[in-house]
């Protein structure tokens, strides 16, 4: 590639090398199985892309902006997120694996985490207002000092929430997801 505007293109099976990448614009571009592990993301913008099946395995992923992108099946392992640009930042993950992920101090209001594993993700000072976590397995993941008010976690489990650490309000738990909210009490919760 070597224009800095990539618009409506249709990527597939590209493994990208470090400076691939690098000052460029990608709009309403579709990447299938491609390889993103390796590139230095420095001054690039994803806006209306959808991401297939692509790889971000361990990524460093600073200074990159991600807005309104689709990631479906797509391995974001131990990513760090916390240096993206938080300026539009709007996302959406369908099926993704985001363990050991950090969104550490990030606003992703109204983010649609679905059929997604989120193990050890650390959460902490992140503004979840309004975020739906469809079906999700949020073992061991950290939830200090986050907002997660009319947060949506009716259908997800093995989290484990302390109400007096985080703003829950009018957010939406299960009859079962009670046990993650009373866990520090050492409460035994049983279902008759």
Avoid: W
Avoid at 45 to 73: E, G, K, L, M, P
Avoid at 135 to 161: E, G
Avoid at 167 to 186: P, R, V
């Amino acid at each position: 590639m070597t224009e800095n505007y990539i618009i409506g293109q249709e990527i597939n099976g590209t493994v990208y090398q470090p400076e691939d990448i690098m000052y460029k614009d990608f709009e309403r571009c579709t990447f299938t199985d491609c390889d993103f592990v390796d590139c230095n993301f420095t001054g690039v913008a994803f806006i209306d892309c959808i991401f297939i099946s692509c790889n971000f395995n361990q990524a460093q992923i600073n200074y990159v902006a991600f807005r309104d992108a689709a990631f479906t099946d797509c391995d974001f392992t131990a990513v760090n997120f916390t240096m993206v640009d938080a300026l539009l930042f709007k996302v959406e993950f369908t099926g993704c694996r985001l363990d050991y992920a950090k969104f550490y101090t990030l606003k992703i209001k109204g983010t649609l985490f679905t059929n997604c594993s989120l193990t050890a993700v650390d959460f902490m000072n992140t503004d979840l207002t309004g975020v739906t976590f469809d079906n999700c397995n949020l073992h061991k993941s950290v939830f200090i000092d986050t907002i997660a008010n009319k947060a949506d976690f009716t259908t997800s489990y093995n989290f484990t929430i302390d109400p007096e650490r985080n703003k829950l309000k009018k957010a939406i738990f299960s009859q079962a997801g009670l046990k993650g909210l009373l866990e520090k009490y050492d409460i035994v919760v049983v279902n008759k």
